[in-house]
């Protein structure tokens, strides 16, 4: 499909997803709802596309989440797409890594986009936050629940029952945010992340993935260890080519050549 508020592009297995709509510092309607789960979508099935990359378009925002000017204006509340708030926050079953580059305010909606990707590298001039409660809603975008899984409980209520907004720098030293850096570094460091998950075998990278994830949502480590076999991208995993080539490439002394399969 044809999208007006995101750009995406794919190069060398790398999918990069930008919300483009920086005059309202790139806050979600409902198109832009509709077009991140189309291109999810997309990702998703690509087998050729190892991993994805969310940021924002402009200086200003990563997303300052839902458009509450287009709610107001259309008198309802926006209809989420299958996979949940902007194509992700559901997306239960995605075991492609996913990085946030954010450079500037990540609230609401925005965040929660962010908390639902693995990584997050972030300048030291962003701010994060869940300010709902300040305007009589509630982060229904699953921001509540991995906020509290990524920092705890305690620190997690600070920030929910609050409505405050944090720096990158408290956001670092709380966990959610992986790399804090200067904003002239940010692509650097994204990069630096993509390339150095490109260096593993991308089934190898899912099934880590989804090991962990799933994992976490088991009864103990017994019955996560117990099950991770059963797990889809496990299975997938444990029958691929690229095992064999990974012992061949380190018993040859040479670079591996992933297929994905």
Same mark, same amino acid.
């Given at each position: 499909?044809? !999208?007006?508020?995101?750009?995406?592009?794919?190069?060398?297995?790398?999918?990069?997803?930008?919300l483009?709509?920086?005059?309202?510092?790139?806050?979600?309607?409902?198109? &832009?709802?509709?077009?991140?789960?189309?291109?999810?979508?997309?990702?998703?099935?690509?087998?050729?596309? !190892?991993?994805?990359?969310?940021?924002?378009?402009?200086?200003?925002? #990563?997303?300052?989440?839902?458009?509450?000017?287009?709610?107001?204006?259309?008198?309802? @509340?926006?209809?989420? =797409?299958?996979?949940?708030?902007?194509? $992700?926050?559901?997306? #239960?079953?995605?075991?492609?890594?996913?990085?946030?580059? +954010?450079?500037? +305010?990540?609230?609401?909606?925005?965040?929660?986009?962010? /908390?639902?990707?693995?990584?997050?590298?972030?300048?030291?001039?962003?701010?994060?936050?869940?300010?709902?409660? $300040?305007? %009589?809603?509630?982060?229904?975008g699953?921001? @509540?629940?991995?906020?509290?899984?990524?920092? %705890?409980?305690?620190?997690?209520?600070?920030?929910? /029952?609050?409505?405050? @907004? +944090?720096?990158?720098?408290e956001? !670092?030293?709380?966990?959610?945010?992986?790399?804090?850096?200067?904003?002239?570094?940010?692509?650097?460091?994204?990069?630096?992340?993509?390339?150095?998950?490109?260096?593993?075998?991308?089934?190898?990278i899912s099934?880590? *993935?989804?090991?962990? &994830?799933? %994992?976490?949502?088991?009864?103990? $480590?017994?019955?996560? @260890?117990?099950?991770?076999?059963? !797990?889809?991208?496990?299975?997938?995993?444990?029958?691929?080519e690229?095992?064999?080539?990974?012992?061949?490439? #380190?018993?040859?002394?040479?670079? =591996?050549?992933? *297929? %994905?399969?």
């Amino acid at each position: 499909m044809p !999208y007006e508020f995101i750009s995406v592009t794919q190069a060398e297995h790398v999918t990069r997803i930008v919300l483009n709509r920086p005059e309202v510092l790139n806050a979600i309607n409902q198109q &832009m709802h509709d077009e991140l789960q189309a291109a999810l979508d997309t990702f998703a099935a690509d087998d050729t596309q !190892y991993l994805a990359v969310l940021s924002g378009a402009g200086e200003r925002a #990563f997303s300052a989440g839902s458009d509450l000017k287009s709610i107001a204006a259309q008198g309802k @509340m926006h209809v989420y =797409p299958k996979s949940g708030y902007a194509g $992700l926050i559901e997306r #239960f079953d995605l075991a492609k890594p996913l990085i946030a580059a +954010v450079d500037g +305010v990540a609230v609401g909606g925005g965040f929660e986009v962010a /908390l639902a990707c693995d990584i997050i590298v972030a300048t030291r001039r962003s701010r994060f936050g869940l300010p709902e409660p $300040l305007v %009589g809603a509630v982060a229904l975008g699953g921001g @509540m629940h991995r906020l509290a899984r990524q920092i %705890g409980l305690k620190q997690a209520m600070g920030m929910i /029952l609050t409505g405050d @907004m +944090v720096s990158a720098e408290e956001g !670092y030293r709380l966990g959610f945010v992986t790399q804090l850096v200067e904003h002239s570094e940010l692509d650097a460091a994204v990069e630096s992340f993509v390339q150095r998950i490109l260096r593993c075998a991308p089934l190898s990278i899912s099934a880590s *993935k989804e090991t962990v &994830m799933r %994992g976490l949502d088991e009864q103990s $480590l017994e019955a996560a @260890m117990r099950n991770q076999p059963n !797990y889809p991208a496990f299975k997938r995993w444990s029958t691929c080519e690229d095992r064999l080539e990974g012992a061949g490439a #380190f018993a040859e002394k040479r670079a =591996p050549q992933w *297929k %994905g399969r």
